[in-house]
């Protein structure tokens, strides 16, 4: 089978041969009857979760050969990237780096699965800051919070929040996050690894006691690294980055421990077992004709024998597997070598010897801190709308933001939109540009519009939500405290550096980096550029 066909749909199943798709090559199922009663009923809605920690590695093609058999299963699979869970696991993930941390494993992740054949249009990817910052959510860890015991927290993060000799609270509140992710994303399942085994337990003991459901949890084993322990992101030498060169590869694979006959603890035979073998159906042993050749096993456990018996030498063993996954990895290669790419992994793991000493004796040598709250956003309402006197393309308009007097503002509108649409309608304004002359009439503020990417350019005002009164504040959600400056400085450019990440999504509504725009009264959206920038 070419890993192409690894997610090719076939025939739906019947229960009996979903349940196997679904469990097989597990090393636990917690739930089983519940997993079998659901499967007779309808499809299992599932999820998997990933912390946007350190770079995603070779072994994270376990979890997604699984995926691969969800989705033959017939399930609805979601995948989460766990973004706020980084943070909170001892800062692992820094709140600077954070969202490119979290684009860099949307991209890393949909190329790995790219290149063992899943569709990614039968997935649906959320990250968790999306709803985990939301009022409900945030009210349920304090219910949760109520009733879990400080002993039973530190207990279910044992083996996944980093462990040090003075924990933070951050790391006692992660394993109820993760708990609640369960009843957000609306599944029935949670699939991971075995080490995720007291957080399921937890979860499975805590949720009812919130009045939700409890949930069927799936294991994957711990693929062991290649210096025979635990494969980790943070342990260099165990793992395989997924954009190693393979000259790395090489190096990495001829360092790796793989004692003549010994299975056990066994980085490069685990590594056949619980990612080439479940992708290919096949391992092949490549040889000089002088040491019997090439010779090709449609069974692990036929492969394992022979090493156990000295019959596969380690140099063998060793220089197959480097062929097998460089062919997985070249695609990953290809995609992340785009400048683009480059410029996203650059910046989401910064070389730490690259980084610039503060030079002595300057002030403010921390970096500026960017986030909308700087912004001094309002609902205007349009009292006037005139043709600017010396431009065509240019209104000026009269507009209401809760001052004693309308700010003027000029806006190039007169291509896309009609004076009378503009006149008495409630519109979203930046109040705090440094007032700007525009063919002689100076402007006071800009009107924030949508806009699409496409030709013929179409641009739509932002509409606040109905009911706004003009100076009403909008803000960012997630950021709603904080003071806007009283006048952005030209030179800094806040305010380009921020709207660089405004888009429109897909249900219209006005995003910063997939965070809404909101005023009390709700969401601030355009009539129909989905998918639009803002500006």
């Known amino acids: 089978m070419q890993p192409g066909e690894a997610a090719a749909m076939e025939p739906a199943p019947g229960p009996q041969e979903k349940y196997h798709l679904i469990t097989r090559n597990l090393q636990e199922v917690l739930g089983e009857d519940k997993l079998m009663a659901i499967l007779k009923e309808r499809e299992l809605k599932i999820y998997w979760g990933t912390a946007t920690t350190g770079k995603p590695h070779v072994a994270y093609f376990v979890p997604m050969s699984k995926i691969a058999d969800f989705l033959k299963a017939g399930c609805e699979v979601t995948i989460l990237f766990a973004d706020l869970h980084a943070y909170l696991d001892n800062m692992k993930a820094p709140w600077e780096l954070l969202e490119l941390r979290t684009r860099y494993y949307e991209n890393v992740i949909k ?25 409900e959510y945030t009210l349920d860890v304090y219910r949760l919070s109520s009733v879990v015991t400080q002993h039973d927290a530190k207990k279910a993060g044992a083996e996944v929040v980093k462990q040090v000799e003075h924990p933070l609270l951050s790391g006692l509140l992660y394993p109820g996050l993760q708990a609640l992710d369960e009843e957000y994303l609306k599944v029935d399942a ?47 030498d165990s793992k395989i980055d997924l954009l190693d060169r393979k000259e790395d590869v090489k190096k990495k694979l001829k360092k790796a421990f793989c004692e003549p006959g010994n299975v056990e603890n066994n980085g490069v035979l685990s590594f056949i077992k619980h990612v080439l073998f479940p992708l290919k159906s096949e391992f092949v042993i490549l040889r000089e004709e002088k040491w019997g050749g090439n010779k090709t096993y449609t069974a ?19 220089n197959s597997v480097e062929v097998a996954l460089n062919k997985l990895l070249d695609p990953i290669r290809e995609k992340f070598n785009s400048p683009e790419l480059k410029k996203l992994t650059n910046a989401a793991y910064p070389n730490p010897s690259k980084a610039k000493p503060a030079e002595k004796g300057t002030k403010n040598s921390e970096p500026e801190n960017v986030v909308p709250s700087r912004l001094d956003i309002r609902v205007g309402k349009v009292i006037s709308v005139e043709k600017h006197p010396d431009a065509d393309s240019l209104y000026v308009e009269k507009i209401d933001v809760g001052e004693p007097e309308p700010r003027t503002v ?14 008495d309608r409630l519109v979203v304004l930046l109040c705090n540009l440094k007032p700007q002359k525009m063919r002689g009439v100076e402007s006071q503020g800009m009107v924030l519009c949508a806009s699409s990417v496409g030709e013929p350019r179409q641009v739509e005002p932002l509409d606040p939500p109905a009911g706004c009164c003009a100076g009403e504040r909008v803000y960012v959600e997630g950021y709603e405290g904080g003071e806007p400056d009283d006048e952005l400085k030209p030179k800094k450019k806040v305010f380009e550096k921020l709207q660089a990440d405004f888009r429109v999504s897909e249900d219209c509504i006005a995003q910063w980096k997939q965070r809404n725009f909101l005023t009390k009264l709700g969401r601030v959206s355009c009539k129909s550029l989905k998918g639009g920038s803002i500006s």
């Open 190 to 236: 949670q699939f991971g690894g075995v080490d995720q085994r007291k957080i399921f337990t937890f979860a499975e003991k805590y949720l009812p006691s919130l009045g939700y459901a409890k949930r069927v949890h799936l294991m994957n084993p711990m693929v062991p690294g290649l210096t025979g322990s635990k494969m980790s992101s943070s342990e260099e």
């Open 300 to 318: 692990y456990e036929a492969l394992e024998k022979d090493f156990a018996e000295q019959v596969v030498h380690p140099g063998d063993l060793k």
């Open 111 to 135: 190329a790995m699965l790219e290149s063992i054949g899943v569709p990614l249009e039968k997935l649906k990817f959320v990250r968790g800051t999306d709803y985990q910052l939301s009022k």
């Open 410 to 423: 000029v806006s190039g509108l007169v291509q896309f939109v009609p004076k009378e649409q503009l006149q």
